[in-house]
């Protein structure tokens, strides 16, 4: 890797870490090896565009950006179910309540269709028991 790769995936891996820890401070110490490997060929210009620009923008605190998230994982026909489950985990620690979650998702049903829906909110109601399960 050229040193302005290796030093534009360092902020990019620090970037990370900085969103973890506001999304779900119980995973500020996560490892953060082995993502290099995964991305072997990303452009400096897509690292940019993704890890730069994007996530790092103002204008959105961490709980709309995760409503944004899981809106699209919805949208897209609730097939990802691990990442819908981190996103509604995620929100939640980002303050958001339950009811808030279910309207996001109640309100890609038109857009992503019924069955999608469905298949989120099935998804976060197994989260928000897993949640209730884990409380003293």
């Known amino acids: 890797m050229t040193e ?4 534009m995936f360092q902020q990019m891996m620090e970037s ?3 969103m973890l820890r506001a999304f ?3 995973l500020e110490n996560a490892p953060a090896g082995g993502f290099d490997k995964m991305f072997p060929t990303m ?4 690292m940019e565009m993704w890890f730069g620009r994007t996530f790092n923008r103002e ?3 961490a709980k ?4 944004v998230t899981l809106a699209a994982l919805t949208v897209l026909g609730a097939q990802a179910e691990p990442q819908i489950k981190a996103t509604v985990r995620h929100a939640l620690e980002s303050g958001a309540t339950e009811r808030e979650i279910a309207e996001v998702i109640w309100q890609m049903s038109m857009f992503g269709g019924l069955p999608a829906m469905q298949k989120a909110l099935e998804i976060a109601q197994s989260v928000f028991a ?3 399960e884990a409380k003293p």
Request: net charge positive; hydrophobic share 20%.
């Open 4 to 7: 302005a790769y290796t030093r």
């Open 43 to 46: 452009s400096k210009d897509m």
């Open 64 to 67: 709309t950006r995760l409503f």
């Open 130 to 132: 897993e949640k209730k």
């Open 16 to 18: 990370g870490q900085e």
């Open 24 to 26: 779900n401070p119980g």
């Open 59 to 61: 204008g959105l605190d």
